[in-house]
């Protein structure tokens, strides 16, 4: 019946309303008014005109409800003639307002107004009291409410909302009326009230008034100081889905107003209430995710920025305002998010700007420079200069301390952007200076030339000394691009640069000492560029000028190789004659030019013949390759002897083999006879031998498929034996700079870690950077790259164990001022409001450690998150009471928080007893989280041994013989292993079980052994690895088996430690080999 009338109600609107306007058409007297109102607002006339068809709709259906006879459409007619009453009103009110414009509330009369509303209302009381059972009378009830809403009559108002409430439970205007109960309180500030509403019309409500009443829910909390409650009562509304908002009146959704809403309960939330909730204690996080798009996002960000200011949360403030500043679009919101960030950054003295902030910056000082409304832009754009010269310069600071490449690449670019705006100046040629300096350290050596050379061109005549300055800088920085850039682009350039410095170098200072090397450098880019005609003549004008110059050797050779690499031997000897002639030729040069000549000569190839089985074999072709070294016939000679002795398995063939190497090194067979030695040296065991004979191949055939994975084998072998310098270079040889920066820090080479991992791009390098140059005593700057390490979540489970090392170093380094901040002073609130900061911002990190699932770091942050909590609980035990308070008056007020920290404390050690025991993990955490004392995450990691000198690489010579017969005996091997381990030298022993694994790859006691190795060198990791790869080959191994029982018991993993002891009975050889295994 209620749809059926409510459609009815809507015709019959319609058609009095047609009726109307029709009936106003020939109106003589509407012309009239027309004249009269030429001078009327548009605004104005158009509200006379909707009253003059609201007054004729009015008359309809008054007469419509004197002349009707069938009562069933009574009811829809006078909730007509009251709408259109309430319409009236509404348009007569605005018609004053625009008639009055600027005229305060009180002075213009609506008394009229509130008569036709008053009107209304009782038109809609008529049906209340005539038609009780109209199908629409929870709409007429809540409409009559607002009616005395509007009027500002709460108590009148009230009593309808009730009955719509009470009456008509179930009906969607329930909701609305307890909503607008719930306003009314909640504007009386009886906030507890005014919950108790909006909760039952949660209970009620649809879409929109569902999330109206949990956004008006979550003002309450917030004023009621329930802040975890208000938040996630105004998550309820930004977390609805784009398919189930419903738009009420045309209006946007609540979700941006949520949003901002929810950022002073979420900023209120104490630690305890974060627990479990990272992205709570990462604000910014999560309105990034929680927003949905871009605008929403900016609104909050500009709310989250001033709201933490006032919390005095300065960093975070200013990452939103850097944040804000990153995203926006608008240019005035851009400015004021710009200024805001910079002005917090100043007042920290804090000058770690955001690499991208350069770049930013110029974009919108690009837009404001184009701006063509607002002059005052365009002058400001002047104002900003200082500014953005300090960021640049503040970022140069910084990355002159971790001299990283990637960061001085990027300032270098900032330099770019900051030239794009300010090109003159008195600051340009400083700031140019800087910029070719930053080149430089950024290994961009031929812009950083081409930077210098052009500082040159800005100097007056006057200026010699600072031109020759520049000139020697570019000269070196395109040298150094010829002889270190990669690409064969950057090597031109640089060439052709150091051709025009050097040119300038001869024009300015033709008699200078260092002009010499500077032409002979020019004149070899040449030869470097195959351009042999012009290189010949360069080389030549050289030797003429300077014949007696250190460089002078090496022109004249280059000069003859200008021919000879192009077959052209007689005019080679002619331009040996040539050279030979000149007066003042130092004799070295004279030498080697005498040799080239007669080399080039050269062409007789005598052949040898001998008896291949004969004992003195190799020993006569030997002595005769001697005879006639560094010939075709000794050259075949000594392979001859090589290729006998290697035949016999003899120990000489090493030393022949590498005099061949030594002295025919660019023959074809030297590849072939290097790789014999490897091979000869790893069935001999020779490790140190084969290591060396793997990185030669690796430099010498850098090009051949094998040369990287020999350079890794050769690098696997020295890290084994602790030789440090050699499996760098090794690694480095293979390309692999992620395992050379690994061997450092493994050995606790700190100091060539921190040059290596410089060199390296992203996280990685940054980690290793940063614990270097910690460990060395330059704390500040290590942790400011370790505190860039946590900004990233890690790709690969490697590098999340570097975030959660990297957050665990910092949270230490954090814990020890948190432990001291307050000591001896009166609580008050100012203190833990720092305190409380500093406990966020601890939190954060070690939060972000258990986030990465990174192994034994996860467990270390869990304990220092119950060290962090232990100590807030003790702070405040033991606080000093502030003055006009007693100790006990002090206890009574904080025992809640710090029975509150306690308990998160014994949660966190726990937690972190329960996942290092379940995922069997060997830390010394756990100890730690039991004893609940002290531990240094220094103390998690054991150094490995550098290689001893006393210890010998090779294989023991009792073996030698057996090794020789039975090179792939495994059982030998073995043995072998264990007698490296009883000596002392298990690092070696790896290397030798290596072998045997290679050989049989599922012999489960290969990795057991491997296993007890490690035990040996405290690496239990490691050894809990081997030990488990042996038991999923063997599940009966009762070494590995064994061995996992031991690290448990040392661990305190009682119960893993009986359940691998039940599943290792009886006895088997190598259990002696280690006190863990009995």
């Not at 300090?390 to 301390?401: C, G, P, Y």
């Not at 005549?461 to 990669?486: H, N, T, V, W, Y």
């Not at 038991?1031 to 448990?1048: E, T, V, Y």
Request: glycine share 6%; net charge positive; aromatic share 10%.
């Amino acid at each position: 019946m209620f749809r059926k009338r409510s459609k009815m109600t809507n015709i019959l609107r319609s058609f009095f309303c047609l009726i109307a306007v029709i009936s106003l058409l020939p109106s003589g007297s509407l012309a009239k008014t027309a004249k009269r109102t030429k001078t009327v607002s548009v605004a104005a006339r158009k509200l006379q005109d909707n009253l003059q068809k609201i007054d004729a709709s009015i008359d309809v259906t008054k007469q419509k409800l004197k002349s009707q006879s069938e009562t069933q459409f009574a009811p829809d007619l006078y909730f007509m003639l009251a709408e259109l009453l309430h319409d009236k009103a509404s348009a007569s009110a605005a018609l004053k307002a625009e008639q009055n414009p600027g005229a305060p509330a009180g002075e213009v009369d609506y008394t009229q107004e509130k008569r036709i509303s008053q009107d209304a209302i009782e038109t809609y009381k008529l049906i209340e009291d005539r038609f009780p059972k109209y199908g629409a009378m929870d709409r007429v009830l809540y409409t009559v409410a607002m009616e005395y809403k509007g009027l500002q009559l709460e108590k009148e108002a009230m009593e309808y909302f009730k009955k719509v409430s009470g009456n008509f439970p179930d009906s969607a205007y329930a909701a609305k009326s307890l909503i607008e109960i719930g306003d009314i309180f909640f504007n009386r500030k009886d906030y507890e009230f005014a919950l108790e509403q909006y909760k039952k019309a949660q209970a009620k409500a649809k879409e929109p008034e569902l999330s109206t009443a949990y956004f008006k829910g979550g003002w309450c909390l917030t004023h009621s100081e329930k802040w975890l409650e208000s938040v996630q009562s105004f998550e309820k509304v930004f977390t609805v889905s784009d398919s189930q908002v419903v738009k009420a009146d045309g209006k946007d959704d609540l979700r941006e107003e949520a949003l901002v809403a929810s950022v002073w309960p979420l900023l209120e939330l104490a630690p305890h209430q974060m627990q479990g909730q990272i992205l709570y204690q990462k604000p910014i996080e999560y309105y990034r995710k929680m927003s949905g798009d871009k605008s929403r996002f900016r609104r909050v960000l500009a709310r989250l920025a001033q709201r933490l200011d006032f919390k005095k949360r300065s960093r975070e403030s200013i990452e939103a305002s850097f944040e804000l500043f990153h995203i926006s679009d608008d240019m005035k919101e851009k400015r004021s998010a710009f200024e805001s960030a910079y002005m917090g950054m100043k007042k920290l003295k804090s000058d770690s700007f955001p690499l991208w902030l350069p770049q930013a910056l110029r974009d919108l000082l690009l837009e404001m420079r184009r701006d063509t409304q607002d002059r005052k832009n365009r002058k400001d754009v002047v104002k900003y200069e200082p500014v953005f010269r300090d960021i640049v310069t503040s970022l140069n600071k910084s990355a002159l301390v971790t001299k990283r490449p990637d960061d001085l690449k990027a300032v270098a670019e900032a330099y770019d952007d900051y030239f794009v705006i300010y090109s003159r100046g008195r600051k340009i040629p400083q700031m140019k200076l800087n910029q070719a300096e930053v080149l430089f350290g950024a290994k961009q050596y031929g812009e950083a030339g081409q930077a210098y050379l052009d500082l040159t061109r800005r100097l007056s005549a006057r200026s010699q000394k600072r031109r020759q300055g520049f000139l020697d800088s570019a000269l070196e920085s395109f040298l150094k691009g010829i002889s270190e850039s990669e690409s064969p682009l950057e090597k031109f350039q640089a060439r052709d640069g150091y051709r025009d410095a050097a040119k300038n170098y001869q024009r300015y200072y033709p008699r200078d000492s260092k002009l010499a090397g500077i032409r002979f450098n020019a004149a070899k880019t040449y030869y470097d560029e195959q351009k042999f005609d012009v290189a010949a003549k360069e080389l030549q004008n050289f030797l003429k000028v300077y014949p007696g110059s250190p460089q002078s050797r090496e022109a004249a050779l280059l000069y003859l190789d200008c021919y000879y690499l192009r077959d052209q031997m007689k005019e080679m000897t002619e331009a040996g004659k040539r050279v030979l002639a000149m007066r003042g030729l130092s004799p070295d040069a004279r030498s080697a030019v005498q040799k080239a000549s007669s080399q080039a000569a050269m062409k007789a190839i005598r052949s040898v013949a001998g008896d291949f089985s004969s004992k003195e074999y190799a020993t006569k072709f030997r002595e005769f390759a001697k005879k006639n070294k560094n010939s075709a016939m000794g050259e075949n000679a000594l392979y001859e002897a090589f290729v006998s002795l290697k035949a016999q398995n003899q120990p000489q063939a090493f030393d022949v083999g590498e005099e061949y190497i030594g002295s025919y090194e660019k023959s074809p067979r030297a590849k072939e006879v290097l790789l014999s030695l490897i091979q000869q040296s790893l069935v001999l065991l020779d490790y140190s031998r084969a290591a060396s004979y793997m990185g030669s191949f690796a430099q010498r055939y850098s090009e051949d498929p094998q040369a990287r994975n020999l350079a890794l084998q050769a690098a696997q072998i020295y890290d084994n034996l602790g030789n440090v310098s050699q499996a760098s270079a090794a690694y480095r040889l293979a390309g692999n700079s992620s395992m050379t920066l690994k061997v450092f820090s493994k050995y606790q080479d700190w100091s060539n870690l921190e040059k290596a991992s410089a060199n390296v791009s992203g996280l990685q390098g940054q980690y290793f950077q940063g614990l270097a140059m910690l460990r060395q005593g330059r704390k500040a700057a290590g942790l400011q790259l370790l505190q860039r390490v946590i900004g990233s979540s890690g790709s690969s489970p490697e590098e999340k164990e570097m975030v959660a090392h990297a957050a665990v170093i910092l949270a230490e380094d954090a814990l020890a001022k948190f432990h001291d901040l307050g000591k001896g002073q009166a609580f008050s609130a100012a203190l833990l409001q720092s305190k409380a900061g500093q406990y966020q911002a601890i939190s954060n990190d070690l939060q972000t450690a258990v986030g990465t699932g990174g192994g034994r770091w996860v467990i270390g942050a869990l304990y220092n998150l119950g060290r962090l909590n232990k100590d807030f609980a003790d702070f405040l035990r033991t606080a000093k009471p502030p003055a006009g308070m007693n100790s006990a008056q002090l206890q009574q007020l904080v025992q809640p928080q710090v029975k509150g920290y306690e308990a998160s404390a014994s949660q966190n050690y726990g937690l972190c007893l329960k996942l290092a025991e379940d995922n069997e993990i060997p830390t010394s955490y756990v100890g730690a989280c039991r004893s609940r004392g002290i531990l240094s995450e220094v103390a998690e990691v054991t150094p490995w041994k550098k290689m001893s000198s006393r210890m010998p690489a090779a294989v023991s010579s009792k073996y030698i013989s057996e090794v020789v017969k039975n090179p792939r005996s495994v059982d030998l091997l073995r043995k072998m292993a264990a007698d490296e381990m009883r000596a002392g030298n298990p690092q070696k022993a790896l290397l030798i079980l290596s072998r045997a694994s290679e050989i049989d790859p599922q012999d489960a006691l290969n990795d057991s052994y491997a296993g007890i190795a490690y035990l040996h060198l405290k690496q239990y990791s490691e050894a809990q690895v081997a030990f488990q790869q042996a038991i999923g080959k063997n599940p009966k191994d009762i070494l590995a088996n064994r061995g996992m029982a031991g690290i448990a018991k040392f661990f305190g993993y009682q119960k893993k430690a009986q359940e691998y002891r039940a599943k290792s009975s009886g006895s088997a050889p190598g259990i002696e080999l280690h006190p863990w295994l009995k």
